[in-house]
């Protein structure tokens, strides 16, 4: 049990709304979690829980495992603390009483790869979102709204991104369903508060008038501007519940013994106290591609060697970065590093939607039972992955390459029918070679190895679009042990003698996946973008950023720095919350690579 400080004291013995505010590793979510047991053991009726809401699953599973180490904490107690994202608890509240807003009643969550599926028709009619004037982008916005409302009531199919607005539309309008969920939440704590956009904020007043709630927040932490949260917010929430304030302020757990936190408020004000800090480690590498990741590389193995000589179990690397571009670079480059560098096992917290829809693909190859229309679904499948992968922001070529194997199919199909041989120069011609290849491959009945089989026949096949689709599909890591896919996939075979349903199952496992809260945090090396960081907490972080292009000395391009394009551009606050944020995920070490000949602007004193 950790000795409390006389900040966290005062937490647990004041009753009411409360607003606990402090730096990182203060101690916020520990407190929380201790106040929760003894509301639990204090006030709760016996049905009754107390419900966590935090942002992202990552920080779930730190909360739960915070709650495990806690053995102070009973195990009653800790039953009755429900930690949930605040998507998996809106999913809970629309699934049940989405019809008092217009939902039909049989709902189905639209995945973000499907979503940007459905949404790639309206998207395509725009230029890049950087390129479109204020205007463009609130017309595009209204017209993506609109289908997704059309999915919505029409066709039962909810994104995420209507979750919030339509839960706070609901409880707004419904005083039963606040009773019902203040009856079985009478507490409520809120995490990262500080980053809750307008329609969650919404919610929130909404479940304030029947429950109690706990606010954390950073105001210096917020680094979700981009979707809304708003600097105001902590305000918000004094003007609308009249909370008791506490500040944990300066105090820092997480990295104690180093000058970490120190490092990382001397960024926040962009003045340094100091020429060095405990805990802080610099390096520089040259401009270009190859040494750039040669010194990430090694700096990665020392790291490594340094955590696994610790001794410590489930020890934590984090490589993070600026940009998602970067998150793949680095990905690739420590899967097959240089030379005789042997890979450098890893995950990757890229974004799902290219992967996701390329496991679609694979799932229907193993299927293996074909009809007529299975080429054609086939085709559409690897379609609706050129729709997808972008996200939401297809590109241009993907969906050409889209159209293109739409026209190829049609035409094929007119020579099948009839009775013409396709025609020679066909783009489906590799495509159906594969097709072929993969129908007529002999599986095991391991999920396993048949997965891997069938990647193989993607990869060494003549079809680059389908080399594509296998090498995207490695970021997906369901098949590990004991998850849901891989269960899936293993009774239908033991149900059928082959996978009969390894499309749907696939999808169905990507659902839970992403409302599942069991996970552990992240442990060995992770790589991960800057943003993605909050709430996390590593042994060490490695921060690498991009490195500037020159012809004849001049600067012609600088991609993936912290601070976009490295230029000083006024305060730069949202670039130093965000650095700090990454900075202080350490509890031990944070190594920080910037290039050489251009040193990160945050970095440099301010004339210098
Ligand atoms: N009073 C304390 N004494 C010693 N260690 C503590 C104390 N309070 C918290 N810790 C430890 O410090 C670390 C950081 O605490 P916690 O995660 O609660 O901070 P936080 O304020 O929620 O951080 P962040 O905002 O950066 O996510 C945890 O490992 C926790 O166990």
Known sequence: MVELTDGQKEVLRVDGYQLVKGGPGSGKTTVSILKAAKIARETLRPEQRILFLSF??????????????????????????????????????????????????????????????????????????????????????????AERNRLAMEEGKICFDLFAGRVGTLLHGSQKVRTLISTMYPFIILDEFQDTSADQWRVVEALGRGSTLIALADPEQRIFDFIGADPERLDHFKAAFKPSVHDLAGDNH?????????????????????????????????????????????????????????????????ILVPTKKMTRLVSD???????????????????????????????????????????????????????????????????????????????????????????????????????????????????????????????????????????????????????????????????????????????????QEHFATAHKPESGVVVMNMHKAKGKQFDEVIIFEGWPRRVRGEIVANPDRIVGGNVRDGAMIQARQNFRVSVTRAKIRTTILTPKDDICVLLRRADG
């Open 56 to 145: 992202a699953r990552a920080t779930v599973s730190r909360v739960l495992e915070a709650i495990d180490e806690e053995n102070h904490i009973t195990r009653e107690e800790k039953r009755r603390i429900e930690v949930d994202t605040y998507h998996a608890f809106f999913w809970r509240v629309l699934k049940t009483h989405g019809y008092l807003v217009g939902f039909p009643r049989r709902l189905t969550i639209l995945t973000p790869p499907n979503e940007a599926i459905a949404l790639s028709s309206v998207r395509s009619n725009y230029k890049k979102e950087s390129k479109l004037s204020a205007e463009e982008k609130a017309q595009k916005w209204e017209r993506e709204d």
């Open 254 to 318: 997480r990295s104690k013994g180093t000058e970490i936190a120190l490092f990382g408020n001397d960024i926040l004000v962009g003045r340094f106290r100091q020429s060095n800090y405990q805990g802080i480690d610099f390096g520089v590498f040259e401009s270009n591609q190859n040494q750039a990741f040669a010194t990430l590389v090694t700096q990665v193995l020392q790291a490594r060697k340094r955590l696994i000589e610790s001794g410590k179990r489930d020890w934590s690397l984090a």
């Open 333 to 511: 480059t420590l899967r097959e590093p240089f030379g005789t560098v042997p890979p450098i096992n890893h995950t990757a917290a890229v974004d799902m939607e290219g992967p996701i829809l390329a496991a679609e693909i694979i799932a229907f190859l193993l299927q293996q039972d074909r009809d007529e229309a299975s080429f054609d679904q086939f085709v559409e499948l690897l379609c609706g992955y050129f729709h997808g992968r972008g996200g939401a922001a297809p590109t241009k070529g993907d969906l050409e390459e889209a159209a293109r194997f739409r026209a190829a199919l049609t035409k094929w199909n007119e020579c099948l029918a009839t009775g013409r041989p396709t025609p020679a120069k066909s783009v489906l011609k590799a495509t159906g070679g594969i097709y072929g290849s993969a129908s007529a491959l002999a599986l095991a009945g391991d999920p396993d190895k048949d997965w891997v089989a069938v990647r193989a026949i993607l990869a060494a096949g003549g079809c680059s679009r389908l080399k594509d689709v296998a090498k995207e599909v490695r970021n997906v890591r369901l098949l590990e042990r004991g998850t849901q896919l891989r269960q899936g996939l293993v009774q239908d075979w033991r149900d059928f003698g082959r996978y009969r349903n390894a499309l749907a199952i696939t999808r169905q496992a990507f659902v």
